[in-house]
């Protein structure tokens, strides 16, 4: 008697007990009747290899890969995707069934989706972009705004070094600016976007002048706890137009939810509420 396996998948971080996507991927398992379960992993940086590898053979079909393990999973992984390769770190991992395990980065992907979703008519060509910080998430966010047609992205992080070795890899179209000249980044830019941690709790008050972004600016963050930052309530405050980060985060999920468990999942008011509630 033959029997199929339930598909398994899950996210591995360390710790990952904070994490959301237990939530996410759980909502659209029970949305859409499928068979499946979707747990959290902790698993310290030394085990990530033999826990990678062993995987399949517990019916795991994929998962995906948080804080500190991004860089290493790219590392292990026996193929990786172009946008992963770009990126340099893996948030999404599809497990084969002799083992095999093919590496890709949807955090691009998902912050572009969240603004085309909650602002149809943004135009990424319109002007430059502004993007404060340069931690793993700002780097991906660099490689789907120049995919996306922004002619130039003004990049400005704390440690100025952290910012040109980012910079590096992009040639002309990325300039990188002293922190002290943080609010001259935004004059004239269509998109402003804070990959920093400022403002959250326990953290320094986001404290950079807003007085040259233009009202005509969308301006989006990508900390969703809490859902409106300091950064998007002076941007709101100006005038503009703003994007929380909540949605980069469901969006991102999408691509592996579809490749482990074959549903192209939908992102609505209701999954929203779920992931919040957590």
Known sequence: MSHKKIPLAGVIGHPVSHSRSPALHGFWLRSYGLSGYYVPMDVAPADLEAVLRGLHKAGFVGVNITIPHKE??????????????????????????????????????????????????????AGPAAVLGAGGAARAIIVSLLEAGVPEIRLCNRTKA????????????????DWEEAAAIFDGVATAVNTTSLGMEGQPPFDISLDLLPETALATDIVYIPLLTAFLQRAQAQGCRIVDGLGMLLHQGRPGFERWFGQSPEVTEALRIEVLGQ
């Open 72 to 125: 290493a999973a790219l590392a292990l992984a026996d193929e990786v995707s172009d946008r992963a390769k770009l990126i340099g770190s893996a948030n999404t991992l599809v497990l084969a069934e002799d083992g095999s395990i093919f590496a890709d980065n949807t955090d691009g992907y998902g912050f572009i989706a969240n603004l085309r979703q909650s602002a149809p008519d943004w135009e990424p060509s």
């Open 162 to 177: 952290r910012a040109e070795a980012l910079a590096e890899s992009f040639g002309p179209k990325v300039r990188v600016y």
